[in-house]
């Protein structure tokens, strides 16, 4: 009874709760506040010691490399690229039958064709009827003639001035034409004449390369 006539009493004496101790069931949190402002900054630390950058200073973590195996894929790169080197070398040398010297490549062509169809067919393989510009060049391309069991073929060299024969019984016939030997002698030859041929390929060209 005596806490009903107290409740009764509250509204018009909202004070008087505070002179009886109590307590009373929490009630529910209330919103969050809103963010206080920052703090002073605080002092300024002291200056570290100098390092110089070097593999112990780094954890073990982030220097370890598995050298073993990048060695071993290296090794495995330059074996395979020293195969390819002899596989190129091979096609070159036996299957195209090519010559080579510094800075050129020449063939042998066992298809017999008059002058200028021989030079239009190098020049559609990429390259030119091969020139004996030098006595090596000359002696190398002599020794292929030879080595392909042959005794002559066209070469790019063409006669200064063209001798004509003439016949009763046949048209002028163009002698300017130049085909070379296998004892490495030049000889003049009618340009209709069908022959083997050899062309030449400068290193750069992307077919032979």
């Known amino acids: 009874m005596f806490c ?20 009373g069931v929490p009630g529910e949190p209330g919103l969050k506040g809103e963010v206080g ?8 630390g002291e200056k570290g010691s100098i390092n ?30 020293g195969k390819l080197r002899n596989t190129v070398k091979f096609v070159k040398n036996v299957v195209l039958g090519l010559k080579e010297t510094e800075d050129r490549y020449y063939l042998l062509v066992k298809e017999p064709k008059k002058f200028r169809e ?23 391309m002599a020794d292929y003639i030879s080595q392909a069991g042959l005794t002559r073929v066209y070469v ?39 022959l083997f041929f050899l062309c030449e390929f400068p290193k750069t060209s992307a077919i032979l390369n």
């Open 4 to 23: 009903q006539f107290l409740k009764s009493l509250i509204p018009n004496y909202p004070n008087l709760l505070s002179l009886f101790p109590h307590s």
């Open 118 to 140: 021989a030079s239009m067919n190098c020049k559609l393989r990429g390259g030119a009827l091969a020139m004996p510009k030098t006595n090596n060049i000359n002696r190398l």
């Open 156 to 194: 790019g060299v063409q006669a200064q001035s063209k001798e004509q024969l003439y016949s009763t019984s046949s048209p002028a016939i163009n002698i300017s034409c130049v085909e070379l030997l296998n004892t490495g002698t030049w000889n003049k030859v009618e340009c209709e004449t069908p």
């Open 37 to 44: 402002p920052s703090g002073k900054m605080g002092p300024i």
């Open 52 to 81: 110089n950058f070097n593999s112990e200073s780094m954890p073990m973590s982030s220097v370890t490399c598995d050298c073993g195996r990048y060695r071993k894929v290296v090794g495995q790169l330059d074996e395979n690229l």
